[in-house]
């Protein structure tokens, strides 16, 4: 079965567009994927040149988004303009995913500064994809693959103290569904899946205090109730050192990816799940001190890319 996959840019001024071309030529012509490229034409074509990848741009399907003025376009630079192009790129391939053009979304890697400057909210890419999909933001999770682990977080771009004051046995729930159906759509219908506690020790009870009773473990007795395969919660120390889970549920931001980063540190795909559009991205960003120097390895686009279009599981 052929896979339709949306790609975008990200910021117009880091490697996104490098490694987008380079993704797609290290799929080559697999019948399985149909890509089609959503970014300004021209700053695809400037990749081309850095990359020598000229004859590849000729084949492609590019679909004209995110227009910036070339005043603006410059390798490295963060500015307001290239923020706007790259969260109007990628809405544009989360629309056409929602009118049933595509069947999932690959966005290169944003800079939040510069979308920051442009006055644009945002909170990584799984605030844009409940806000395009007319969902609330705390709907929509991001899932870490890579290194053998697959961590979904609770909550993300947050202080600690608004994470905390956000967690309920709701959210914790919510976000561990949502991890389930993203495995179930890699291929893993029965995940294992472990719970991280809050606090160190998942509290010793309530020795470190009382979150880890009150907000975690509420959600996993109703997740056993409903059928699933869930431990915890657990310290996550205790659990990762098991490695005998196939989902890992973070309840902070450093929870989750300081591990994946460890075992797969330009190699992790990040994962927007909970929305009626799953959108795939790097764990990592957009290297504004490399752009344009054409040594950006696409690794973690590329195994976005290879998840989404069914070819590679983890």
Do not use: W
Request: include cysteine; charge should be negative.
């Amino acid at each position: 079965m052929t896979r339709r996959i949306a790609i975008t840019l990200g910021d117009p001024n880091g490697i996104g567009p490098e490694i987008v071309l380079r993704a797609l030529a290290a799929l080559g012509d697999d019948p399985r994927v149909r890509a089609a490229v959503f970014g300004p034409p021209e700053v695809l074509a400037r990749a081309a040149a850095v990359t020598g990848l000229q004859a590849l741009l000729a084949r492609l399907d590019v679909r004209p988004a995110g227009a910036i003025d070339p005043s603006a376009a410059r390798f490295g630079e963060v500015n307001a303009q290239a923020g706007v192009s790259a969260v109007a790129s990628a809405t544009a391939a989360i629309q056409a995913c929602r009118a049933g053009e595509f069947d999932a979304v690959v966005a290169g890697p944003h800079h939040e500064t510069a979308i920051a400057l442009a006055g644009i909210p945002f909170s990584g890419y799984p605030s844009l994809v409940a806000r395009v999909c007319g969902q609330p933001e705390g709907s929509v999770f991001l899932l870490l693959v890579g290194g053998g682990l697959r961590i979904v977080h609770v909550t993300l771009h947050e202080s600690v103290a608004t994470a905390l004051a956000r967690i309920t046995p709701e959210l914790v729930e919510a976000a561990t569904l949502a991890g389930v159906r993203a495995c179930r759509l890699l291929g893993l219908q029965a995940p294992r899946v472990a719970l991280f506690g809050i606090n160190p020790h998942a509290s010793e009870g309530t020795l470190f205090g009382p979150e880890d009773q009150q907000l975690v473990l509420p959600a996993a007795d109703r997740l056993r109730a409903a059928g699933l395969d869930v431990t915890g919660p657990q310290g996550a120390d205790v659990l990762l050192a098991g490695r005998a889970h196939d989902l890992y549920v973070a309840m902070l931001h450093d929870q989750g990816h300081i591990p994946v980063k460890l075992l797969a540190p330009q190699g992790a795909s990040a994962l927007s799940i909970g929305a009626d559009v799953v959108l795939g991205s790097t764990g990592h960003g957009s290297a504004m001190d490399i752009a344009g120097t054409g040594t950006a390895r696409p690794d973690a686009l590329l195994r976005s890319l290879r998840l989404l279009a069914g070819l590679a599981g983890e």
